[in-house]
Structures are given as structure tokens and as C-alpha cells.
Nanobody, 127 residues
Framework: QVQLVESGGGLVQTGGSLRLSCTTS????????IGWFRQAPGKDREGVAC????????DYANSVKGRFTISRDTAKNTVYLQMNSLTSEDTAVYFC????????????????????WGQGTEVTVSS
């Protein structure tokens, strides 16, 4: 079973940027649809962005559209989440999940599609 590792979290000021990475070893991430989810303190986990395996189709939560970008680097076997114009509302632990189904689309609305999860990386946005 693929094991995912997230990195890139940290403390950033409002308006700043971070780039999160999701990678694995021993598996090719291109074979998986990857979703980024986040969980803020006291809240349920919510979908942020995803990228499909078949056609690299993407989907974003309305709250991050225009600010976040999900992408793949095949050579580095990594999926990135570039986060710009961060606000305190983005403070959360960010997780990446992998869905092995071969799809030309992805969805952040169905968390159960993602069978494997990383341990998360914490993002704190200070005002």
C-alpha cells in the first residue's frame, strides 16, 4: 500500500506563501489521484484541492480558488500544493490522500475515495 509523506508546512504571516509537498517511495504517484485536505482545530476535515491521475484534471474548494494551485512533478514523484495569499482561515493540518481509481476527474467532496493518507503537515498563518 502506498505510503504518503507531506512536508512544507510551517508558520507564515498573513499574505504569505507556502508550498506543500506530497511524496512517496516505492510507488509512482502518477498512478494515483491525489487530494489535499485540511483540518482546522475543532473542525471537520475538508477538501482543498485534487488532481486526477488520468488527465491531471483539478478541482478546488471555493475558499482557495485563485490562491492555491495543485500540480504534479513526475520526475520528482511529488504532488505540490502552492498556497498564496494565506489568511488565518488557512491555518490547519494539511493531509494528502491517494485514490487508485483511474479517473479523468477528481473530487474533493468525497473523502472516502482516498484510500491512503499521510500524517499531515501543520500550517499556521499569523496575523
Amino acid at each position: 500500500q502506498v505510503q504518503l509523506v507531506e512536508s512544507g508546512g510551517g508558520l507564515v504571516q498573513t499574505g504569505g506563501s507556502l508550498r506543500l509537498s506530497c511524496t512517496t517511495s516505492g510507488y509512482t504517484l502518477n498512478y494515483y489521484t491525489i487530494g489535499w485536505f485540511r483540518q482546522a482545530p475543532g473542525k471537520d476535515r475538508e477538501g482543498v484541492a485534487c488532481i486526477s491521475n488520468r488527465d491531471a484534471a483539478t478541482d478546488y474548494a471555493n475558499s482557495v480558488k485563485g490562491r492555491f494551485t495543485i500540480s504534479r512533478d513526475t520526475a520528482k514523484n511529488t504532488v505540490y500544493l502552492q498556497m498564496n495569499s494565506l489568511t488565518s482561515e488557512d491555518t490547519a493540518v494539511y493531509f494528502c490522500g491517494a485514490d487508485p481509481a483511474w479517473l479523468s476527474y477528481c473530487s474533493i467532496n468525497y473523502e472516502s475515495m482516498y484510500e491512503t493518507w499521510g500524517q499531515g503537515t501543520e500550517v499556521t498563518v499569523s496575523s
